[in-house]
């Protein structure tokens, strides 16, 4: 039996029309109406949550593919910095980079990540990735990146 789309018009009723894909981040079926491929060949629906958590993996992975050669070289991340590591490392990305391109912001962390169990911590982002945190307003970081 052939999937059918599950984007709602309306409060109740489904779309129906058969599914071409099934969104990376929610894991439902949609037709091409309601989803579009991705660079990558991954599938995302039109819901919010999803389409957020797709501009979020694609900018992080431009970040990695332009910090990781200048980590590699022992230099922070952020194009033009020639500052020797060690610096901090990106909540996001992942990358290091040096203290003048780290940020920090507040978080949400989930519970028992910190030993004295508070789930609020300040947690350090790069220039690119902390325009994400203040654009999405996010509270705690993605699971998937």
């Not at 981040?25 to 491929?37: E, S």
């Not at 040096?98 to 507040?106: Q, Y």
């Not at 004295?116 to 307003?137: E, H, N, T």
């Amino acid at each position: 039996m052939a999937l059918g789309c599950e984007a709602a018009r309306a409060l109740v009723f489904r779309c129906g029309r058969p599914a071409v894909g099934i969104c990376r981040y929610c894991g439902r079926p949609f037709c091409g109406a309601h989803a579009a491929r991705s660079p990558n060949g991954d599938w995302v629906c039109h819901h919010r949550p999803c389409q957020v958590r797709a501009a979020i993996r694609e900018t992080v992975l431009l970040v990695r593919m332009r910090a990781n050669p200048q980590n590699q070289s022992g230099l922070c991340g952020a194009p033009g910095c020639a500052v020797h590591l060690p610096g901090g490392r990106c909540g996001l990305c992942g990358q290091e980079f040096c203290p003048a391109h780290l940020n920090a912001r507040p978080m949400v962390v989930p519970a028992g990540a910190r030993e004295d169990g508070a789930r609020k911590a300040r947690l350090y982002f790069c220039d690119d990735c902390v325009s994400l945190v203040d654009r999405y307003r996010l509270l705690t970081l993605p699971e998937t990146v």
